[in-house]
């Protein structure tokens, strides 16, 4: 089949779409050639769509003419999941209308693709619920990316991630049809459940217009730990013997020295620059419960030879805590001009061991690798902070990366806790899932989309691509 050309593409689509909303001069496309991650890819065109019945004509013109589509909402992804790898046409999400409703009595939040997600933070609190996942990139990132990427954040060491509360969808599909799955029970069995697979599919499976949401009782009261270490094997160790004591706190963070000096040096928080680690831990439930909580981890930290351990007295110094963690990403960009961000995840147990692979590779390979995350369900974040314009440095940044990803797995771990696949861990998902595991994804995809529109380029490598190249 003839692919149109990108001016006959424009005239069919401002057939149904107003010009104003349809962007194909090269500074507009530039602005969409990026989001979070390493990589800058041009589209062809750019639209905006503001109903389901815009998306919908889109897919389908997209899908008679074999043009890819590239799903996005904010674009904070850092995998790569919303480049357009192949050219051809960024769905812009962002500027979908705006839907939200607080469902009190059933617990439940109804939100359109375009919802930033502390939005429903703020409203379901409004009324004494609570949505737990809670990326750091929450005050951008719109719910529809966050459940395609199930994106979640510190708190789904106690309350899950997002596929935990998205328990209905509308999509539409990469054929163009409009369909929904799940519903607003909180039970529901009835077939395949295409909403779990859909949520995490980074877009290769279909447009998200609306989710129910599942919404949860406000923990009466949260109290927040800061402890630091001379030692990040001990800070590690910390970790695995909070969890082995039966407690579960709501959120349990690492940030290595180079994440502590970067932030000081960023914002001064007051921090111990001197430590080699700090982890910040939350609990939260009855009031009672929380206090004889906190002590003990704060006991397990002394334990485990912490430097100084302290207990926010107050909300201000509870936020100034939980405000320097949320600096950690701004702030090491400080360390170099290309981030490269991973999300290798291990289980529980293996946190120290993970820690001391990754000190190896950060010497062997003479890198600024640095670690930070949500250490309680072992999803570290090591980041390495590079120049792509360095071309022998980039090439051992691609060594390291496969290196971490390797080292991961061999734990038993996984290569992404929450930043998805996208292109950057495209060629090792066969390492995780092997061969035949990868081809059942793939069937599923081709089942889907049979003529691969929708946000190709994603989650399945290349033939012959078995490991990352950066340059």
């Known amino acids: 089949m003839n692919r149109p050309s990108t001016d006959e593409l424009i005239n069919l689509i401002e057939q149904e779409i107003p010009k104003e909303r349809v962007l194909r001069n090269l500074a507009d496309r530039y602005s ?35 043009i890819p589509v590239y799903p996005r909402g904010s674009a904070t992804s850092l995998s790569g999941g919303s480049l357009a790898v192949n050219g051809g046409i960024m769905l812009d999400m962002s500027q979908f209308e705006k839907k939200l409703m607080i469902d009190q009595e059933n617990l439940l939040a109804i939100a359109s693709a375009s919802v930033i997600t502390s939005e429903i933070h703020e409203a379901a609190e409004n009324v004494g619920l609570f949505y737990p996942p809670d ?41 163009g049809e409009i369909i929904r799955t799940g519903g607003k029970t909180v039970k529901n069995v009835t077939g395949y459940d295409l909403t779990r ?19 949860i009782p ?30 579960l706190p709501s959120a349990m963070e690492l940030m290595d020295n180079a994440c502590i000096v970067a932030v000081e040096n960023y914002i001064p928080s007051g ?8 982890i910040i831990i939350e609990v939260d439930g009855h009031k009672s419960a929380i206090q004889e909580e906190i002590d003990k981890c704060a006991e397990v930290c002394e334990r485990f030879n912490a430097t100084s351990v302290k207990v926010a007295k107050n909300e201000l110094e509870r936020e100034q805590i939980w ?5 950690v990403s701004p702030a090491i960009t400080q360390i170099g001009p290309t981030k490269i961000s991973e999300d290798a995840t291990v289980p529980r147990s293996k946190i120290p061991e993970m820690m001391e692979k990754l000190s190896e590779i950060r010497e062997k390979y003479k890198l600024n690798l640095v670690v930070f995350g949500h250490a309680g369900d072992g999803n570290l974040h090591p980041n390495i902070l590079t120049d792509k314009r360095n071309i022998e440095e980039m090439k051992r940044v691609e060594e390291a990366v496969s290196e971490i990803f390797e080292a991961a797995i061999e734990l038993g771990g996984t290569l992404s806790g929450e930043h998805g696949i996208g ?17 059942m994804m793939q069937k599923i995809k081709e089942a889907w989309d049979p003529n691969n529109i929708l946000n190709p380029g994603k989650i399945f490598p290349q033939e012959g691509q078995t490991k990352v190249v950066l340059i």
Do not use: C, W
């Open 32 to 66: 969409y050639s990026y989001d979070a991650s390493f990589g800058e890819y041009l589209p062809d065109l750019v639209v905006q769509a503001l109903t389901k019945e815009e998306v919908s004509f889109i897919i389908k013109l997209a899908n008679e003419h074999r």
């Open 135 to 175: 990326p750091s990139s929450s005050h951008v990132s719109t719910i529809g990316g966050n459940i395609l990427e199930n994106s979640s954040g510190p708190k789904g060491l106690k309350y899950g991630t997002t596929k935990e509360y998205v328990i209905g969808l509308e999509v539409v599909t990469p054929t």
């Open 197 to 215: 697979l859909i949520v995490g599919s980074e877009g290769t499976l279909g447009v998200v217009t609306e989710a129910i949401i599942r919404l």
């Open 218 to 247: 406000k923990p009466e009261d949260r109290k927040t730990l800061l402890a630091s270490f001379d030692s990040l094997i001990n800070s590690g160790k910390a970790i695995t013997n909070i969890l082995a004591s039966g407690i």
């Open 271 to 278: 921090l111990p620059i001197e430590a080699e680690a700090i």
């Open 323 to 327: 405000k320097s963690r949320r600096m």
């Open 423 to 439: 292109t950057l861990k495209a060629p090792y998902m066969s390492l995780e899932l092997g061969e035949d595991g990868l081809m």
